[in-house]
C-alpha cells in the first residue's frame, strides 16, 4: 500500500490528535496514554517544522485543549490557560536551560521548581475579594462554567483572607489543579463497584468527572480539594517571584504545595526530581511530573509563551508507574462489531499504588511483535499512569514449555468461525446474532446517549440474553411482566421500573435512535447531523452515498458505512421490527414545523429542566442545538449565572429568550 504523502500524512495526524483531545479533555475519557499522545505531537510538530508551506492555523500545535461540552455555559479566558512543554530526560531540560540563558543573556537563572499534581486545571475568579467564577480550561481560550460546583470544593476559599485594615483584590484571578487524593479515590470506586457502577481509571478522572456533574449537589457528596499553583497578571499586586505568588496565595487563603523548592543550578532541579520521584508513590495525590520554572516574573514576562506554552516553564515528566507480574492467561473479549480483543489475566499486583489484574493485548499482530505467552513474566506500566499495558517480556524468565498464543479459530461465544478481512488488524465473529454481540449491542442501545433505559446495564442484558429473553434490541419491546417475574430473584417494583424505562424510550428523538442503532462510525454528534437532514429513519434508510457526503461533517468512511448498513438484510428486518413497536414510524419534525432548520445555543442553568432535556425538545420540535454561538444561531436561550454570550449575541441581533420564553415558544409541539 502506497504511503501517503506528506500533506495527507499531516491533516491525517492533525485529525487523530484532535479526536484524543476531545477524548481527554471533554470526554475525560482518553482513549491512549500521556507518552503515546506525546508521541504523536512530537510527530506533528517534526513534519510541521519538516514541510512549513503547509502549516495551519488550527492545528493541534497551535492550540492547547479541545471546546467544552454542551453541558456547560462557556467562560472565556482573557490570558490563555496555556500547557507546558514536556521534556522526558535530562538531556532535554539542559536543552531547555541552555535556551533560556541565550535568550536571557544571563548564566544562572533562578528555579522554581514544584511537583505537578495530576487533577483538573480551573481558573477562580474573585471581585472585591468574592469568589464570582469558576472555570475549566478547555481549549485554553474557552472553559466551561462550573462556578456552582467549585462552590461546593470545601477548601475553595468564597472570601479572600486580608489583614485588618487592608482592601481586598478589585479582581483576582487564581489557577490551579483540582484534585481527589488517592485513599479517597479508592474509597470512591469501592462505593461505585458495590453499586455496579463503572469504576474511574484515576483520580484525575474521578476528579473532572466530580466537578463535571450537571447537578452540583452531586459534586458536593464527592472529596474535592483545590491546590492553587498561579495568579493571573501578578505584577499587579507588586509580586516579583514565584516564591512571593506563593506566599500571597497562602495569605490570602489558597492551600498550595509544600513539596517545592527553589535551584540555583540544574544540579539542584536534578535532585529535587530524583527525590519527588522515589516517594511518589507515598504522597497523598497522584504527581506525574515536576514542573520547572523562571523563579523571577519579570524574566518570565520578558520571554513571553507561544501560542501553546510558556517558553519560561517545562515539565519534566516521571516514568510511567511500572512493574513485572506473570499472565495467567489470555482470554478474548468479543465487542458489539465482532471485534475480537485478546485480554491478559495477570496476577495482580500494584502499579503506582492502583490493583492491576487485566491489560489489553490489542490484537493478534501486538501479542505476536511483543511475543506474549501465557505464563511469560511481563512488564505493565499503566501507560500515562491511565491504562494498563503489557510492555515486553521478561524472556529470561520463560519456560521451556510455553507456547506462542493465537487466537482462536472460533468465537467463544458462538463457536462461528473467526475471519480477519484484508486490511484490518482486528480479527471479527461475523455472526450478528453472538450472544456476546447481541449483549453489547443491547447495552449501547439502552445506554444514556441512546435510548437511556434507566436499570438496564451489562449484567442485567447478560442476564436476559442468557435466559433466552431478549436476541435483538426489538426483544425489548416484547418484554412483559410475566416474563420477567419468572425470573429467579426479581422484583415487582423493578419489573415495574424496567418496563416503565423502556415504553419512555419509544419518544426518544431520532438521533438518539439513530446512535442506538449501533452504525458504525456514527456517533453522537454524527447522528444529530443526520438527523436534521432526514425527517425519518426511513428517509434516512434510502439515502445514497452522494447525498450523505454533502452533509457537513459526513466523510466518504461514514457515508459508506450508513447506506450499507441500511442494505444489510438483518439490520432492514431489525428495523421492521421496532417498526411495529411504534419506533421508527415517529419522525423527527415535518419539515414545515416552525423552528425546523432553527438553531439554538444554550447558556446558564435552567431550572424546569436540565440543559440536555432542554436540548432534546428543542431537537424533538425540529430545532438543532450547538455549543458554539455565532452570528448564524437563531435564539440564545439563557437560565441563570449566563456567560459572555448574551452580550455577543444582542450585538450580533441574535434573539436572546429566557426559560419561559422557551416554554412558550415550544408548547405548541411538547
Known sequence: ????????????????????????????????????????????????????????????????????????????????????????????????????????????????????????????????GVFVRGATRGDGRLGEDVTANVRTVRNVPLK???????????????????????????????????????????????????????????????????????VVEPQTFGLQTQTELLEALRAWGFPVSREGALCPTLEAVFSFYDALRDR????????????????????????????????????????????TTRVQAINVQVGRTGVITPVAELEPLSVGGVIVRRATLHNQDEIDKKGVRVGDTVWV????????????????????????????????????????????????????????????????????????????????????????LLHSVADLYCLDTQRLLGLERQAEKSVENLLNAIEASKSRPLFRLIFALGIRHVGINLAEALSQHYDSLD???????????????????????????????????????????????????????????????FTGTLSRWSRAQAQEQVQRCGGSVSSSLSQKTDYLVVGANPGSKVGRARAWGVTVLDEAQLLSLLETYL
Open 1 to 128: 500500500m502506497a504511503r501517503p504523502n506528506p500533506r495527507t500524512q499531516l491533516e491525517q495526524l492533525r485529525e487523530e490528535i484532535r479526536r484524543h483531545d476531545y477524548h481527554y479533555y471533554v470526554l475525560d475519557a482518553p482513549l491512549i496514554s500521556d507518552a503515546d499522545y506525546d508521541r504523536l505531537l512530537r510527530r506533528l510538530q517534526a513534519l510541521e517544522a519538516r514541510y512549513p508551506q503547509w502549516a495551519s492555523p488550527d492545528s493541534p500545535t497551535q492550540r492547547v485543549g479541545a471546546p467544552p461540552s454542551a453541558g456547560f455555559a462557556q467562560a472565556a479566558h482573557g490570558v490563555p490557560m496555556l500547557s507546558l512543554s514536556n521534556a522526558f530526560d535530562e538531556d532535554e531540560v539542559r536543552a531547555f536551560d541552555a535556551r533560556l540563558r541565550r535568550l536571557l543573556e544571563r548564566d544562572a537563572p533562578v528555579y522554581a521548581v514544584e511537583p505537578k499534581f495530576d487533577g483538573l486545571s480551573l481558573s477562580l475568579v474573585y471581585r472585591d
Open 160 to 230: 479572600l483572607r486580608v489583614l485588618p485594615g487592608q482592601t481586598p483584590p478589585s479582581r483576582l484571578e487564581v489557577r490551579g489543579e483540582l484534585l481527589m487524593n488517592v485513599a479517597d479515590f479508592r474509597a470512591l470506586n469501592r462505593e461505585r463497584e458495590r453499586e455496579q457502577l463503572q469504576p474511574f481509571a484515576n483520580p484525575r478522572n474521578a476528579a473532572a468527572g466530580s466537578l463535571r456533574q450537571l447537578d452540583p449537589r452531586a459534586s458536593a457528596g464527592r472529596p474535592l480539594a483545590f491546590t492553587a499553583y498561579d
Open 280 to 323: 511518589r508513590t507515598r504522597l497523598r495525590y497522584e504527581v506525574d511530573c515536576v514542573v520547572i520554572k523562571l523563579d523571577e516574573l519579570q524574566l518570565r514576562q520578558q520571554l513571553g509563551s507561544t501560542s501553546r506554552s510558556p517558553r519560561w516553564a517545562i515539565a519534566y515528566k516521571f516514568p510511567a508507574h511500572r512493574a
Open 381 to 468: 506500566q499503566r501507560a500515562g499512569d491511565v491504562i494498563p499495558e503489557v510492555l515486553g517480556v521478561e524472556r529470561s524468565r520463560r519456560t521451556a514449555a510455553s507456547v506462542p498464543y493465537t487466537l482462536p479459530k472460533r468465537c467463544p461465544a458462538c463457536n462461528s468461525p473467526i475471519v480477519r478481512l484484508p486490511g484490518e488488524a482486528a480479527h471479527r465473529c461475523p455472526n450478528a446474532s453472538c450472544p456476546a454481540q447481541v449483549t453489547q449491542r443491547i447495552v449501547h442501545f439502552a445506554s444514556k446517549k441512546a435510548m437511556d433505559i434507566e436499570g438496564l446495564g451489562k449484567r442485567s442484558v447478560e442476564r436476559l440474553v442468557s435466559e433466552d
Open 539 to 601: 428517509a434516512l434508510a434510502q439515502a445514497d452515498e452522494e447525498a450523505l457526503g454533502a452533509i457537513e461533517g459526513i466523510g466518504p468512511k461514514v457515508a459508506n458505512s450508513v447506506v450499507t448498513f441500511f442494505e444489510d438484510p438483518h439490520n432492514r428486518a431489525l428495523i421492521a421490527q421496532l417498526r411495529r413497536h411504534g419506533l421508527v414510524s415517529q419522525e423527527h419534525a415535518p419539515r414545515s414545523a416552525p423552528l425546523s432548520g432553527k438553531r439554538f445555543v
